[in-house]
């Protein structure tokens, strides 16, 4: 997908006038034109880095007190820096140490400097604010209230409920993250410990990540936990964070963490960060997700719904694999999400065959036979539809996960496994730590194969019906009925 332009109408319509009414025109919540979600983000700055001081009170229905500073280039003339900022009450602004005009609109906290500033400023705006842990009206996601404190969820569109930046995965930064909570109470975030003051009645915990991440990926747990350490591959530090009380039921889980990695590794290379653990969350959720270092899954996933062991198993591994796909290398539109479900659910699914005979052909046959009535809800994989408003499911539908999946099933299908493999750890090497989208993968799938793959890629991606499955030409849609049935 080409990155669509920069509200290129409204830049267009506005340039006439821009230098007579700049001053006194009234400020508008501004977007990146994401085809998926137009108002997330916002141009002309790239934030270098986030640090994110938050105040529990103790309860988890009570609003956190917040200073969110943020430290960014500028890449256009700006005469106001539109934030991302939703939901909470805004006490102050600073720019560059000077108290700041600021508004809100719709979804943005606009924030206009003295003087305008030119293109490669460096600029750092300071907000106090509030952070509410009880949910926006109508929106999904943000903080989430567990049994004993709070975690976050903000994939796709919510971590500017929570804190005010450029909430977009195109635009990652470093993150420094600051949590003070009463004592009894432990805090954990993305990223390795740096900081832990116990000198007065309540506890600070700081935390730093040493790679960039993306907002949506942002984690915060609070709540009375137990941290449980364990070393990975090459002697990577793992790390668990589990309600205390239910520690020992969940061990037998964690410790199959170390194995997952090393396998992943086989597949796809060494795992690209500086830690990586589960969150044990005491609430349902309806979902697991990878935010980055630290995965959030729901306790009851592993303690309460009787799955076989090798579906939760391989539901680990799927969160394990987003770091690679998803976190290290970031969507660089919503619409390029099938990039990370696709790959997270393929190796989930190989996971499940290597270590639980569950073959994969058979998990993508019965895809196939699906599939084409997940592109007719859901859009082709790579132009999904927007999401449904007030609808939990957002833009999480089939389509890019098992339908996705057997995107990734066809090429290896059309190049064979040893080029399918290579292209894979080129894709995590090549794009580490940064951001990629679908034209990316087909041009790297071109370079990795020595030849054009978009006519073959291009109707897997993009087509309204699912084209033929190489090698199988015996897989066909499957009605509607039947499937019901084979379920
Ligand atoms: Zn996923």
Redesign the pocket.
Known sequence: MPHTPRKATALLASAVTVCLVAASAPAEPLGLGDRLFPHLGNPGYDVAAYDLAFTFPGSNSKPLQAVTTIDAWTTAALDRVNLDFAHGTVDSVELDGEPAAFVTTGEDLVVTPADPLPPGSWMRITVRHTSDPMPAKDRDGGWVRTADGLAMANQADAAHLIFPGNDHPSDKAMFTIKVTAPSGYTAVANGVPTDVDRSRAVTTWTYRTQHPMATELTQVSIGRSTVLRRTGPHALPVRDVVPTAHRAKLEPWLAKTPDQISWMESKVGRYPFETYGVLMADVNTGFEL?TQTLSLFEKGLFTERGYPAWYVESIMV??LA?QWFGNSVSPRTWSDLWL??GH?TWYEALYAEEKADRPLAARMKAAYGVSDRWRTAGGPPAAPKAPDSGQKISIFRPNVYDGAALVLYALRQEIGRPAFDRLERAWVTRHQDGVAGTDDFVALASEVTGRDLHDFLHPWLYGERTPPMPGHPDWKPVAPAKAARAE
Do not use: G, K, L, Q
């Open positions: 990878e799927h969160e987003h990370n479900e997270a």
